[in-house]
């Protein structure tokens, strides 16, 4: 079957409809049905039904089952052909991310705007969806890299790349009731009466630190996506809990204060699927994004502990080092570390260097000086 029945297959789900489709892909629409109809004699089902009266084009279990895979085969055709090309010479190709919806904005504007100005025969495509969303967008192949504000070292089908810190804040609207102008910080027990809005990829944080605190909180609705948590915010109906990174603006509507008594790591993510290759055209965007958006290179000791059924004190005491050096290296902002050190734990883990750290070819400027 050739790949492009698959591609025009594609464009009928995505456009919604035949006529679309056809304007889209520059092909008559007899010759769409066609090639529609013998892909369901090829796989012996139906694919799609087009109700009576209606437009509206819906996929059977079959097609719904073809449709991931055929994102899934033509993005393995994009990858190979921009692979061959960068070979040939030149940084072509499309580059698919999965992304929340509330972090498009910032993204663009923090790294993707330059990135594209850079290499400019690269595409760039951002899937807009929930966390959920965007870890099966990644598994079906149909994104390769993830921009997740929610941490996913512990699930074992992805590799955590880079990280960078933020920091689990209350957002106020600026005419807002429960704001108080005089306080930079706010604590969890300043909360407890207060109706909150919060995302959910915090939520469990957030309800820990209360629980910790003997604390209550009032929350009147949990949302899948940041920027529909902030909408509370906005309408003056809640005060938001949500991640956000250092220096980033929220808009002039929005107040932010740090909760002071919510110690729990925070942090925004890149990833991809874990022993899946990347793409030439992912490898560059790499490289760019750790050069200009400063992140923390990752350290899976986490990960190699988890594994070898061995807690971090206990490595302690066997290395000779004290847990505050090891939660250094755990952050992945150690500057250095002895070489007698890193031996010592290598050996005491079974494992090698390259099990725990990671290095991308880039120094850091301070290094390059």
Known sequence: MELDNYRNFLAIIEAGSFTGAADY?????????????????????????????????????????????????CALEDLAKSEIENIMGGVVGTLRFSIANSRSALF?????????????????ELFEASINEQTQQMLNGITELGILSVPVEHQDNFEVLFRRDEE???????????LDDSKKVVTLKE????????????????????????IVP???????????????????????IVPVEPGED?????????????????????VKVKDRPLSVV????????SKTRNSQQVCNLDEVLKKKGMTSKELCRQVGI????????????????????????????????????????????????
């Open 25 to 73: 892909v520059h092909i008559a629409q007899p010759a769409l049905s066609k090639q529609l109809r013998a892909l369901e004699n090829y796989f012996g089902t139906k694919l799609i039904i087009t109700t009576r009266g209606s437009r509206q084009i819906l996929l059977t279990e079959a097609g719904r089952v073809l449709y991931q895979k055929a994102k899934y085969m």
């Open 108 to 124: 663009i504007k923090s790294s993707l705007k330059d990135f594209c100005a850079l290499y400019p025969n690269i595409k760039c």
């Open 168 to 178: 689990l804040t209350a957002v106020f609207h600026k005419n807002s009731v429960f």
């Open 191 to 214: 909360l407890e009466d207060v109706p909150l809005s919060i995302s959910s990829g915090c939520s469990e944080i957030f309800l820990k630190a209360c629980a910790q605190a003997s």
């Open 218 to 240: 009032r929350i009147t609705c949990t949302s899948t996506t940041r920027s529909t948590t902030l909408e509370w915010t906005r309408a003056k109906a809640a005060v938001s």
């Open 250 to 270: 929220l808009g002039e509507e929005f107040i932010t204060r740090p909760i002071s008594d919510i110690k729990a790591d925070v942090y925004k993510t890149v």
């Open 282 to 289: 992912a490898q560059h965007f790499l490289k760019f994004y």
């Open 322 to 369: 004290t847990e505050a050096n090891l939660s250094v290296l755990r952050s992945g902002k150690a500057k250095g570390i002895r070489l007698h050190t890193m031996n010592r734990i290598c050996y005491f883990l079974q494992c090698d260097v390259g099990d725990i750290l990671k290095f991308d070819g880039n120094l850091d400027e301070e290094e390059g000086e």
